[in-house]
């Protein structure tokens, strides 16, 4: 798609490089991820998955320090 300027509801979701073939050495591209709707009013699940990476167990558990390792029980 060129452009969004015909969408009537569009949420761009990330965005990421990558190397054309994985290679740092060839061009780097742009990964655009988005979802489209006919209208704004069928947002929810974008609405429910933003609520839902908030929540995110793994993220939480490195914030909140939830998931350490003491050293004097974590070596071997």
């Not at 990421?16 to 780097?28: E, I, L, M, S, T």
């Not at 991820?33 to 704004?40: E, L």
Request: zero cysteines; charged letters at 25%.
């Amino acid at each position: 798609m060129p452009n969004t300027n015909k969408l009537r509801a569009f949420k761009l979701v990330s965005l990421a490089g990558a190397y054309w073939k994985g290679d740092a050495a060839n061009q780097q591209m742009q990964r655009i991820y988005g979802t489209a709707f006919f209208t704004q009013d069928n947002w929810t699940p974008v609405e429910a998955a933003e609520e839902a990476e908030k929540r995110d167990h793994r993220r939480l558990g490195k914030e909140l320090d939830l998931f350490s390792i003491q050293d004097a029980y974590g070596q071997v």
